[in-house]
């Protein structure tokens, strides 16, 4: 797994702090959670609604920054940036980088989750 995915100390200090267990339910959580909030910045992004595209990206950028996926939350805070904005023109590109980002996350973090450990 690449360090460029998941800071894991950022990981590890949560996973201290919630417990393996509870950790996997947060995770199952997110992996169901992720596409839908995908899901919602590409309908947002299609009606040129930039408060529910702002929406969508700080909730990415909440969860994904409190596992540790630092570049992924990066990419989620400029889109949220860009929402707040009203800067939807040209983002499609952004949004793009940020569901190939999430991607390879969500196996990073599957496979520290089944590391238990």
Known sequence: MSERLIDLPTYENLKGMMGEDFIGELL???FEDS???IAQL???LAD????????AAHSFKSTSA???ALNLAA???ALE???KEGALDGIGPRLEELCAEYGQVELALKELRDAKG
């Open 35 to 37: 596409p839908r909030l």
């Open 75 to 77: 990419i989620a805070r």
């Open 81 to 83: 940036q860009a929402g």
């Open 66 to 68: 409190s596992f540790g």
């Open 48 to 55: 040129r609604d930039a408060d529910s595209f702002r929406t």
């Open 28 to 30: 199952d959580a997110y």
């Open 42 to 44: 590409r309908q947002a």
